[in-house]
């Protein structure tokens, strides 16, 4: 009986592994002919300044329309195409089509916005990409002023000496450099503090409960501390309701993204609203 039931358990552990393994293998195959197909659409999200209610800059987020399957988010085929290789030439349209953007965002005479582009540790970690960047710069006519990019702590802190000199180029070409999801990797602050950075963002996960939960209280203010110290800008991302932002308010957050500002949006819809500014809201 045992032994009856043990296979019966691998038959249906190994079905569903191959199901798995089969869907992975048909998304990793459309990963490839995504770029040439057009099926990839970049979202812009508003990063807004709190005092000013004034929107400073926006976030590129990737959309994939899959022929078949609709929309895939990043969270599912990102790390695919991190693992083939692919995220170098993704990530390279998502740069030239972000900063061709904003140059014409620029041309038309909106107000200043900066463009804030997501940067795979994949990315980062090839030599190439100070080359890559500025060849987008010379291409779009962008000016580096208003590129920042988004890096995890992950991804700038292995290999640490090596990333310092690489972030150290990127600022001498005057690209702001922002920390993504902080508080959710493994930062070293010693650390931290040699890497010539602009601006901590923290982590949706902080900011959920934030008006339910002392501890998650207690940890943005600990970051809102840490940056003030280290003469760092903070963002809070995945702000979603007035009572997250009365907290953040009151511990001075500089910058606020999320669904309560505005959801990620096409680029006409974001046109749009950069040229009307965010409506007026009642303060609270
Ligand atoms: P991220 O860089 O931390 O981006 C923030 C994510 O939070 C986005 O999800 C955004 O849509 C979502 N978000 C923003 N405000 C709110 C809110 O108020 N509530 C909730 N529930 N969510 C909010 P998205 O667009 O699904 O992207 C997920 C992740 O995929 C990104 O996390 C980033 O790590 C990665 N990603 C997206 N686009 C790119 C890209 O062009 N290149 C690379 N390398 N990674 C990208
Ligand atoms: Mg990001
Ligand atoms: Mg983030
Ligand atoms: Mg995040």
């Known amino acids: 009986y045992a032994k009856e039931r043990g296979r019966r358990c691998y038959k249906f552990y190994s079905d569903s592994l191959n199901a798995r393994a089969l869907e992975r293998l048909q998304l990793e195959e459309s990963l490839r002919t995504a770029l040439v197909r057009e099926e990839f659409e970049l979202y812009y999200q508003p990063q807004v300044d709190l005092k000013s209610e004034q929107i400073t800059s926006v976030e590129a987020l990737i959309r994939w329309n899959h022929p078949t399957l609709g929309m895939v988010s990043p969270?599912?085929?990102?790390?695919?195409?991190?693992?083939?290789?692919?995220?170098?030439?993704?990530?390279?349209?998502?740069m030239k089509t972000a900063?061709?953007?904003a140059k014409s965002w620029i041309d038309e005479g909106f107000p200043p916005c900066r463009m804030s582009i997501n940067l795979s540790s994949v990315q980062f970690k090839r030599s190439a990409l100070t080359e890559t960047i500025k060849?987008?710069?010379?291409?779009?006519?962008l000016p580096p002023e208003y590129l920042e990019l988004e890096l995890t702590e992950s991804a700038v802190m292995?290999?640490?000496?090596?990333?310092?000199?690489?972030?150290?180029?990127?600022?001498?070409?005057?690209?702001?450099?922002?920390?993504?999801?902080?508080?959710?990797?493994?930062?070293?602050?010693?650390?931290l503090k040699k890497?010539?950075?602009?601006?901590?963002?923290?982590?949706?996960?902080?900011?959920?409960?934030?008006?339910?939960?002392?501890?998650?209280?207690a940890i943005v203010k600990a970051i809102m501390a840490l940056a003030d110290t280290m003469n760092l800008g903070v963002i809070a991302e995945g702000v979603e309701s007035q009572s997250q932002l009365a907290i953040?308010?009151?511990?001075?957050?500089?910058?606020?993204?999320?669904?309560?500002?505005?959801?990620?949006?096409?680029?006409?819809?974001?046109?749009?609203?950069?040229?009307?500014?965010?409506?007026?809201r009642k303060q609270q």
């Open 75 to 94: 969270g599912e085929f990102i790390p695919i195409a991190e693992e083939t290789g692919l995220i170098i030439e993704i990530g390279e349209w998502v």
């Open 158 to 191: 292995t290999d640490v000496e090596q990333n310092i000199q690489r972030l150290k180029q990127l600022k001498n070409m005057g690209i702001k450099i922002a920390i993504d999801d902080f508080g959710t990797g493994y930062s070293s602050l010693s650390y």
């Open 195 to 217: 890497f010539p950075i602009d601006t901590l963002k923290i982590d949706r996960s902080f900011v959920t409960d934030l008006a339910e939960n002392k501890e998650d209280e």
């Open 248 to 280: 953040l308010r009151q511990y001075e957050c500089e910058l606020i993204q999320g669904y309560l500002f505005s959801r990620p949006l096409n680029k006409d819809d974001i046109g749009m609203l950069l040229k009307t500014g965010l409506p007026k």
């Open 135 to 141: 060849d987008v710069i010379e291409e779009t006519g």
């Open 99 to 101: 900063c061709a953007q």
